[in-house]
Structures are given as structure tokens and as C-alpha cells.
């Protein structure tokens, strides 16, 4: 037996000798890695696996330890922004204009809604009721039963940005529910008070989860009267949020302003938003106030505008317009030696407060039905024939040019022919042109010199001094040189007035016809353009800012209605300061031509004679108009359909300054469809200078000359005011 073990022994020695086992690898390696080198190579991913779990954490706790602390803080605390107090406005004479008032939001916190459905339909039943808004839109309770007799306008507020039908109130809490429970949500804004008492005291006591946000809205003190000029306030688009917010801007709350000075000086109104740290929980609800910076007001912007004049303006434009059965009209009166607008008045118009409360949509529709256009600036954005008020641009352009002087006469026999330029001597193809104390009287005015035109308004005169008349080989401006003085009067081109929406209006030119029409311009255009008519356009503002040329002496300023703006504190960071668009290269002599023709037109043998102003001893000058026009509620009541010799419908014009011999108020009144300007308009600017140069004089007492202020929520703009005039027979321009 040993000698078997021995042999045994002997082999193994053998074997390894042979190298087939080494007696060191039993000892240095398990026996399973011997047996399965896929295991050995799964130990290793795993070793790699944790060693790059280890450089990650690494990396976390230590690289990127801080950047993720601070992030983790963020979703735990909330930057939330402080709306600042808007500035406020007042008139010259630091009279409050618009104020800023506590508005009334209604508010649901999903979380703090009772946990019992049932109770929670009550609840929101209940609030559907007080609000006259659907409780479900989606799931059949839109119907009547289920809110107020009340349509839903929008939860917007403001029916260009909030389509109806809105969500209902289910839906507004269960889109945020699971979010942010805790995070109040607004489902109706500007509310009345009385309502809004009424949902404070019932969610107090019987319906937990809605409550009443206090937010700033704007109170507009004298309402209609000055909402042109003013603007209004409203809701963020929802396509500029984002924008809006990079400002500061908290979007749920914040309003922005929509027209007149509201929207120009929105920045300057704006202040500088707070800020307020707070602490949030995961579920939105806040746990503290870690922070906060106070904001500050915006700033206070005073206006040029003479709010008793305004007022009286008003007044006498709304009277002339009822004369005559007009819906549309404008006058503007304006400081021609420094461009201050006085008064602004636009009709119709529109209160706007009532976008500073929940908006009656079928008040707003029908505003925006109204085929006169409520929200438009008339005063700045019509654009219509000037008629006869256009003379005095002919009149100075061909003083200026030597096509006429002082003492240059030009006969007006009613009606001129302009030859056919294909049969020149066919009288009968010849286009007659008329002056309209030949349509109303059938004769002409004989031989003028330049003020005598002016004065009588003869259409003749200036036919011939803008275009010419080859039968007494008399040459005229010509339309390039008409032209250009248009331009230099202003007109053709924005003023630059500081409230947007002005229109530019249209000085036709050969290059614009044929652009437009494809079509050649004749004599007869230039005809045409000399009186005002033919594709001529103004506004009320530019024509007069062209009369103030003429008062001051050849300086074209930009109108402002902002006189200066000052911080919250009383400051004055924008002072006043007249601006001058261009000084008109025009003598002085050919000034006091125009100037005298302007002032004989109001005397009593001149078109404007209705304007008088002798019983107080003011020497006023100016200029009557009536304009022909054909627009689309002409033609849609077939008024444009006229016979030979007839006359289109016509609007009404007249502006004057005052005193003649050193004006220091210009005025101007458009009405629309409104017949001869002399009969119309005049009376009524008669009326507004009046008003101006008794105050001056002392001639009014207390109660005449300050207007009235707001009393208990009511915004009176009528005052005692002059008596009307009695428009005398018609007959003149």
C-alpha cells in the first residue's frame, strides 16, 4: 500500500512537473474563480460601477454641493413682486384728474375648499350665484339655473383678450387643485364693493376657500370728458406676458395702460416694483417672509389741458352738433406760441371707467357698433377734406413765390372753364369749375386782391393762384410747389402730439396718383387741391397747428398735452419745453398779409362774421370751411348720387385766434355733415373763445370759471355756460 501511495505521489510530482498545476495557484485564488471567469468579469463591472457612483457622489457633495443647496432653497422660497402705486394725473392747474381706488378681485384657495364634494358644489354654487358666472362649463351647468341671469363676459375682464364662454369655476379649481392648493386663484375681477363685502362676510362664515383680493384701479374723475386724452387702463395680452413680467410686471394683477397718455407714459406711470421673499411649502402655502424691498410710485404726470375750458368746449361742440343732427365732431384749442393743447374734444366718446369695473359687454358693443367710432380720436385720427380752411396754405405759398402780391386782382366771374387738353377749343367739353357764392347766389365776387379772398372765402381766386388760368396767361403755383408748402405747414405727416393714434393724413402729388390710380394729374387736380378738396386729407389737429403757423409768425410746433411730470416726492424730472418741428422759410410780410385777410374774414362783411367777439372788445382773425366729402355712410345712404351742379354732403369748419394782434389762443371746430362751416362751426368756436377771453378779463364769476369736481361717485362735466348762439341764415362757407 505504501508502494501505491508512493506511486501516487510520484505521478502528482509528475504531473507538476509537467506544469499542468502549479501547487502557488490553489493558494492565491477561490476556487470559483478558477471555474468561472464570467463571474470574474461581473465582480469587475460591478467594482467599476461602484467606483463611478463614488466619483459622482463626490462630485455632488463637494463641486456641486453649493449650486444644488441654492437650488433647493429656491423651490422652497418664492421671489414675489410688489405692484408699486401708479403715478396719478392733474390738469395745469394741479387739479386731480385720475386717482388711483381700491378694486375688488374674487379669489378661490383650492387647499382650504372642504374636503366633502357636496360641500364643496355648495360652496362654489353659491359663489357661481354672487357672481353671475357658470359653475361647470363642461359638465351642464352653464344653464341659467346654475349662475346669475348675467352671460359670462371673460374672466379677462376685457372682451379683446377674454373669449366667452370662459371656463367655469369647477374648472378654474381643478386646473390648479393639484399644483399649488394653496395658491389663491382670481375667478373674477373688479367687482363692486357692496358684492364684494357681501362674499368677504359669507366666506368667512359658511364658505371657506374664497376670499377678496384688494387691488389699485384707476378712477377716472371726469369720465367722458376727458377719456381721449386720458386713455384707459387694461389687462395684459396674453401674447406679451412674458415680456411684460422681464418688467416687472405681475400679470394676474397688473394693468397696462390702452390709449392716451395711460399707454405714452406707461413707464413713466409704472414706478419700481417691490420685492418680497417668502417661503412656500411644497403644496404653495406660505410659511414666512423672508425678505422684502418696499416699491416705489411711479411718477405724477400734470397735462396742459384747462379742464374748465375743457368742459365748455365740450359743451359747445356736443350743442352745435344737436343743431344739426350731427354724430361726429372734434375741437381742439391749442397755445399757438408754444404749442400747448388746452382742450381735446372728441365725439362721440366713451366713459372709461368702465374698464375700471366688471364691463358691461352690452354697453361695450355697442360702442364698438357705433358706426362714428366711440374710441377713436376724432381730434387726431380723422382724416377728411379741410375744404376752404386749406386757403390760407395757397395764400401764403404764392405770396411767398411771387405768383401774387398785395395788390394782385384776380377775377372771379362764379365759374371758370378748363379747356379739354384733347379739343381745346370745344367749349363744350370743357370742365367747369364754380365758386360757391355763384351755386347759392348765381354770381361771382368781380376782381379780389389776396385778403379779400381770404375774407370772402372765393374759390376762384385761389383755383387760379394754385393752378393757373391760361386764358388770362396767369401762372400758378403749380401742384409741385402746393405741395411742398403743404408739407411745410405740417400737414401730410403726424404732428408728433405726446398721446398715440394720430393719423397722418394726405398732401396728393402727381407721383401718388399715378402710384395709386395709374392715372396722369391734370390742372383740374390741382384745381382741386387748391380749395382743400380732391384727395387732400387733414385732421383737426393739423389744420389747427397750421393756423398757429400763421399766429406766430412761421414756427411749426409739436402739440403736447404733458406739461411736466414729477416724481413721487414732488420733484420735477421732466420740466415743460416748447419743440419745434421747423421754423417755415416765409417773410414776415407775407405773414401779415395772410394774417390780414384772416382778420377781415371775422368782421361784418366777412365769412365769419358769427364769430364776432366786439361785445367784449376781442379782435379775433380766422377762417371758415366747407368741405365736400363722399365716405362710406354717404354712399351706403346713397348721398353721393348727385345731379349736375349739385353738391356733395359737407362738413362743417371754422378756426380762429385770438387776439388778432397778438394771438395767444388758437381754436379749431370740425363737424361732421355738419352744412356750411360759417352757419355751424363757427358759433361754436365763438362760444369756447368767449368763454376764454371773459375768464381773462375777469368778466366770470367763481361758479363759471372752475369746473366742477367728483361728488359721491358721479363725474358732472356741464357747468353754467355761455348762452348758445342762433345760427344765422345760410349762405356763406
Given at each position: ?15 507538476r512537473r ?17 471555474k468561472?471567469p ?17 466619483i ?5 457633495q463637494f ?16 421671489l ?23 378694486g ?9 375648499l372642504p374636503?366633502?364634494?357636496?360641500r ?13 358666472i ?5 359638465e351642464?351647468f352653464?344653464?341659467p339655473?346654475y349662475?346669475?341671469e348675467?352671460?359670462a363676459i ?8 377674454g ?9 378654474m ?21 357692496d358684492?364684494?363685502l ?6 368667512s ?6 376670499g377678496?383680493?384688494i ?6 374723475v371726469?369720465?367722458?370728458l ?19 413680467e ?9 394693468r397696462i395702460?390702452?390709449?392716451g397718455v ?8 409704472r414706478g ?6 417668502v ?10 417672509v ?16 384747462d ?6 368746449a365740450?359743451?359747445?361742440l ?8 350731427s354724430?361726429?365732431?372734434?375741437l381742439?384749442?391749442l397755445?399757438?406760441?408754444?404749442g ?22 352690452e ?14 380720436n376724432?381730434?387726431i ?21 411771387g405768383?401774387?402780391?398785395?395788390y394782385?386782382?384776380?377775377?372771379c ?17 370743357a370742365?367747369?369749375?364754380y ?18 379772398a ?11 393762384v394754385g ?5 388770362i ?8 410747389r ?13 404732428t ?7 393719423a397722418?393724413g394726405?398732401?396728393?402729388t402727381p407721383?401718388w ?6 392715372e396722369t ?7 382741386n387741391?387748391?380749395i382743400?378738396?380732391?384727395d ?15 399766429a ?5 410746433y ?17 420740466p ?11 417773410d ?16 361784418e ?7 364776432l ?27 353721393c ?7 356733395l ?9 385770438g ?8 381754436a ?26 371773459r375768464?381773462?378779463l375777469?368778466?366770470l364769476g ?6 366742477e369736481?367728483?361728488?359721491d361717485?358721479?363725474v358732472?362735466v356741464?357747468?353754467a ?6 345760427p ?6
Amino acid at each position: 500500500m505504501s508502494r501505491r501511495l508512493g506511486l501516487r505521489r510520484t505521478g502528482l510530482g509528475d504531473r507538476r512537473r509537467e506544469g499542468r498545476e502549479s501547487p502557488d495557484d490553489g493558494a492565491s485564488r477561490p476556487s470559483w474563480f478558477v471555474k468561472s471567469p464570467r463571474v470574474a468579469l461581473l465582480g469587475w463591472v460591478i467594482l467599476l460601477v461602484l467606483g463611478l457612483y463614488t466619483i459622482r457622489l463626490w462630485q455632488l457633495q463637494f463641486l456641486e454641493g453649493g449650486s444644488w443647496l441654492a437650488r433647493a432653497e429656491e423651490q422652497q422660497s418664492r421671489l414675489l413682486t410688489i405692484s408699486p402705486p401708479r403715478g396719478v394725473i392733474y390738469d395745469r392747474d394741479g387739479d386731480i384728474l385720475v386717482r388711483n381706488v381700491p378694486g375688488y378681485n374674487v379669489t378661490i384657495t383650492p387647499g382650504e375648499l372642504p374636503d366633502d364634494p357636496e360641500r364643496e358644489r355648495e360652496i362654489l354654487m353659491r359663489l357661481a350665484q354672487l357672481l353671475d358666472i357658470p359653475y361647470s362649463t363642461t359638465e351642464g351647468f352653464d344653464q341659467p339655473e346654475y349662475r346669475g341671469e348675467i352671460s359670462a363676459i371673460g374672466r379677462e375682464g376685457f372682451p379683446p383678450y377674454g373669449e366667452a364662454p370662459s371656463p367655469g369655476l369647477l374648472e378654474m379649481v381643478d386646473k390648479v387643485r393639484w399644483l399649488e392648493p394653496y395658491a389663491p386663484i382670481v375667478v373674477d375681477e373688479n367687482i363692486e364693493r357692496d358684492l364684494a363685502l357681501l362674499i368677504a362676510q359669507e366666506g368667512s362664515v359658511t364658505m371657506p376657500g374664497i376670499g377678496i383680493e384688494i387691488v389699485s384701479r384707476r378712477r377716472y374723475v371726469y369720465g367722458a370728458l376727458t377719456s381721449q386724452v386720458l386713455g384707459f387702463l387694461g389687462p395684459i395680452p396674453p401674447d406679451s406676458v412674458e415680456t411684460y413680467e422681464q418688467k416687472g410686471y405681475n400679470a394676474s394683477v397688473d394693468r397696462i395702460g390702452y390709449a392716451g397718455v395711460e399707454a405714452q407714459f406707461e413707464e413713466e406711470f409704472r414706478g419700481v416694483p417691490g420685492r418680497q421673499l417668502v417661503e412656500k411649502d411644497v403644496l404653495g402655502q406660505q410659511l414666512a417672509v423672508l425678505s422684502e424691498t418696499a416699491p416705489i410710485p411711479g411718477d405724477n404726470v400734470y397735462l396742459t389741458l384747462d379742464m374748465r375750458l375743457q368742459a365748455v368746449a365740450e359743451e359747445a361742440l356736443r350743442q352745435g352738433m344737436v343743431k344739426v343732427g350731427s354724430e361726429r365732431g372734434a375741437l381742439v384749442v391749442l397755445d399757438p406760441r408754444d404749442g400747448q393743447v388746452l382742450a381735446l374734444v372728441s365725439l362721440p366718446t366713451y366713459d372709461n371707467n368702465m374698464f375700471s369695473k366688471r364691463l358691461d359687454e352690452e354697453a361695450y358693443q355697442a360702442l364698438l357698433d357705433n358706426p362714428h367710432f366711440p374710441f377713436l380720436n376724432h381730434a387726431i385720427a380723422d382724416q377728411v377734406p379741410p375744404g376752404s380752411i386749406f386757403k390760407i396754405i395757397p395764400a401764403a405759398a404764392g405770396l411767398q413765390e411771387g405768383v401774387i402780391n398785395r395788390y394782385t386782382t384776380l377775377n372771379c366771374p362764379g365759374r371758370i372753364l378748363l379747356p379739354n387738353k384733347f379739343a381745346p377749343d370745344d367749349a363744350s367739353l370743357a370742365q367747369p369749375f364754380y365758386c360757391w357764392i355763384q351755386l347759392q347766389y348765381g354770381h361771382g365776387h368781380g376782381p379780389l386782391n389776396v385778403v379779400d379772398a381770404l375774407a370772402q372765402s372765393c374759390d376762384i381766386f385761389f383755383y387760379q393762384v394754385g393752378g393757373g388760368l391760361k386764358e388770362i396767361e396767369f401762372e400758378g403755383l403749380g401742384v409741385d410747389r402746393l405741395a411742398a408748402y403743404a408739407t411745410e405747414f405740417g400737414l401730410g405727416n403726424p404732428t408728433g402730439i405726446d398721446i398715440p393714434g394720430e393719423a397722418g393724413g394726405l398732401v396728393p402729388t402727381p407721383l401718388w396718383k399715378r402710384q395709386v390710380y395709374q392715372e396722369t394729374w391734370t390742372t383740374g387736380n390741382t384745381y382741386n387741391v387748391s380749395i382743400g378738396q380732391g384727395d387732400v386729407l387733414v385732421t383737426p389737429l393739423q389744420m389747427v397747428n397750421a393756423l398757429a403757423v400763421v399766429a406766430n409768425g412761421g414756427v411749426l410746433y409739436k402739440p403736447q398735452v404733458v406739461h411736466h411730470i414729477e416724481d413721487a416726492d414732488g420733484n420735477t424730472i421732466r420740466p415743460f419745453t416748447p419743440v419745434v418741428s421747423h421754423t417755415l422759410q416765409i417773410d414776415q410780410a407775407v405773414w401779415q398779409i395772410v394774417r390780414e385777410g384772416l382778420d377781415l374774414a371775422v368782421s361784418e362783411t366777412g365769412t365769419g362774421n358769427r364769430a364776432l367777439l366786439d361785445e367784449i372788445g376781442i379782435n379775433l382773425a380766422g377762417k371758415t370751411g366747407t368741405a365736400e366729402y363722399c365716405d362710406n355712410i354717404a354712399l351706403e345712404a346713397g348721398r353721393c348720387d348727385i345731379a349736375a351742379h349739385e353738391t356733395l354732403p359737407t362738413h362743417a369748419w371754422f378756426m380762429a385766434y385770438g387776439p388778432a394782434e397778438a394771438p395767444e389762443i388758437a381754436a379749431i371746430a370740425w363737424i361732421y355733415d355738419g352744412g356750411e362751416g360759417s352757419v355751424t362751426a363757427a358759433p361754436v368756436i365763438k362760444e369756447v373763445l368767449d368763454f376764454y377771453f371773459r375768464r381773462e378779463l375777469g368778466l366770470l364769476g367763481v361758479a363759471e370759471a372752475a369746473p366742477e369736481g367728483e361728488q359721491d361717485g358721479q363725474v358732472p362735466v356741464n357747468g353754467a355756460l355761455p348762452a348758445p348762439v342762433e345760427p344765422a341764415p345760410a349762405g356763406q362757407p
